[in-house]
């Protein structure tokens, strides 16, 4: 049967404010406000996928490079 | 002490004890395995040589045996237990049998460990130099295949246990959704179970009897493609601990919440549906495979970067919403408000970064046509240490920080050389992996003690073979000192006095597990279709290989020749008593 690991899920509420990472350093700071899901647009996100994209596709395109252009043509077969 | 701070160790002590004991096995390889990295690293670069280079295979196969396997694996154990019983609440159904399965997979490992170390003493006449790709002619002794059963045996109890706890937690709770940790963890066993059929066909019906002088010879082809059946997949096998710990732990320590519980089970299920009919994709250059098989293997792994983008969407959205939640603002700025003081944060997040760059080079790897120019070079080496030995192992040290302080009720001996070591993992490795790739690309080779050849010169565009030589090596002594400090640290934590309320509750997502269809918790139907997929993947091509070569292929001779005839346990003994300097 289940002994109760008291998951937060379950919790009705935290006594001694927002729980600290236990392998944070004692005097970090906690969260200054709580977001909801509508609250919540992460746009600085979208930017840094969108960067990996970019980066993504220009290295792509010089491994191609390096691999057709850098080389004779090759006949396969 | 508040029932908010209780921690797993003082709700589940067995259970705790059995992490615990999973992690040292994982530590104890990672430690033997960070050994023999920089005695590659120093010996190929030549910057220091104690070894002949005819042990440099015994070197790379204990390696890659001892980290990929040894360390990952007892490392995802310890993490699934661990999660298993928090996230469903209960205890194993039978503890003994979770002994029993942890027993098991680690003798299993040491019979296997110690066939490869005994390759170091030539006269006893047992080795394994087969490298982590065991398949042949490469020909291990036969206890090097026998410990991978028992292991393997080992690992798929491990899976049979969990379901049981959760069917047992069903039939309690029949209306609730699956916990997010314990869907993990049913999703990769399901993925796991697949996989190994490749390995315990190849390793059951041919490697081991061949070992055993049983059959002469064996399809080379065939036990390579039944390997890459389960090659592949085993990667995620090793990635997936470390997706759940940055899907479900990293939030937390960003100070947020994971954005979206139903796209982490699409993640999950996709691994499993995806992982595995795309083996072929390491045997681009394999003659004997027709190019349309390989093309529809190159096909499936371009999939699979969907659920690679979108965790990466997923979790960096996870880390900005702590992030906001911290006060950051812009664009970009809201980076900085990330806790990067903290060991276990930083360590997982630049372990994502490192990914992403996995990312790129993998694709490379993947892509049927600019393989070629990579295949069989360092390039990949260097591709796999920025996924396996950064995403993987690095995430796993990281999470470690976290974890221990619960499963011991002792604080970290020191947060600032937690902090130090991950930092030093990023930076060792972006010069070690960064050289790989470059070198990779002048054509240097991988798996040799000596990469120039006499009478060649590799031409380089900038800089010189001998600058990367430096990067390497000086890349390899930071990874090795690092893990010393990872070790070292979690050693001497053990000394600290045990404490109270060092435990830690995990934040429920900002979209729970309601938002998504109830048909992802359908374990059956993912399964089936897996195999289905498998089957369509695999199954023209096994036909063509057996119908060409036959099932036990046509003559050649294994290396180095091994089989059990072979061994004279009069000259083992005279070997061990030359090495313990008594009367011969």
Known sequence: MSRGVPAVEEEDGEPEGPEQSVSAPAMQEGPERELSHEEFDPKGTLALILMYFTILVVMWVFMYFIEFLGNDLVVVG | MSVERETFADRYPEEAELVRRSFLVAFTALGLGA???????????????????????????????????V?????????????????????????????????????????????????????????????????????????????????????????????????????????????????????????????????????????????????????????????????????????????????????????????????????????????????????????????????IAMTNTMFLL????????TVVASMEHGARQRGGEGLFRWLTALPWRDPAFTGMALAGLMFAAGGFSGMINAGMNINYLVHNTIWVPGHFHLTVGTAVALTMMAGTYWLWPQLTNRRLYSRPIGLLQVVMWFGGMALMSNSMHVAGLYGVPRRTAEPQYAGFDFQTAFGSIAELNVQLAVGGTLLFVSTLLFLGNLALSLGNPKVDGLGQTLPEPLSGPDDSPRVLDNMKLWAGIALVLVLLAYALPLGAIVQNGGLFGTGGDAYPVSVLGRFDPGVGLDAVRELLGVGR
């Open chain 2, 71 to 295: 360390f990952t694996i007892f490392y995802l154990v310890g993490l699934y237990q661990w999660a298993v019983t928090r996230s469903l609440d209960r205890s194993p159904t039978n503890i003994n049998f979770t002994r029993a399965w942890l027993t098991l997979m680690t003798i299993g490992s040491v019979i296997t460990g110690l066939t490869i170390l005994l390759g170091f003493v030539d006269q006893i006449g047992i080795s394994a130099d087969v490298l982590f790709t065991f398949y042949a002619p490469l020909q291990a002794h036969p206890l090097f295949y026998t410990g991978l059963v028992v292991f393997i045996i080992g690992t798929w109890l491990a899976g049979v246990d969990w379901f049981r706890t959760w069917l047992h937690w069903k039939q309690d709770n029949p209306d609730e959704r699956i916990p997010l940790q314990t869907f993990m963890v049913l999703t990769t066993m399901i993925m796991w179970y697949v996989a190994t059929i490749g390995v315990a066909i190849a390793v059951l019906f041919f490697l081991l009897p061949w070992s055993l002088g049983l059959i002469e010879t064996v399809n080379p082809l065939l036990t390579r493609t039944l390997f890459w059946f389960f090659g592949h997949p085993v990667v995620y096998f090793w990635l997936l601990p470390a997706y759940m710990l940055w899907y479900t732990v990293l939030p937390k320590l960003a100070g947020g919440r994971l954005f979206s519980d139903p796209l982490a089970r699409v993640v999950f299920v996709l691994f499993v549906l995806l992982s595995t009919p795309v083996g072929i994709h390491h045997q681009y250059v394999d003659p004997g495979i027709a190019e349309g098989f390989k093309f």
């Open chain 2, 35 to 69: 050994l023999f990295g920089i005695i590659q690293a120093l010996h190929r670069t030549n910057v220091l040589r104690f070894i002949p280079s005819t042990d440099y295979y015994t070197v790379l196969t204990a390696h890659g045996v001892l980290l990929v396997i």
């Open chain 2, 306 to 313: 969907l659920p690679s983008l979108l965790t990466a969407f």
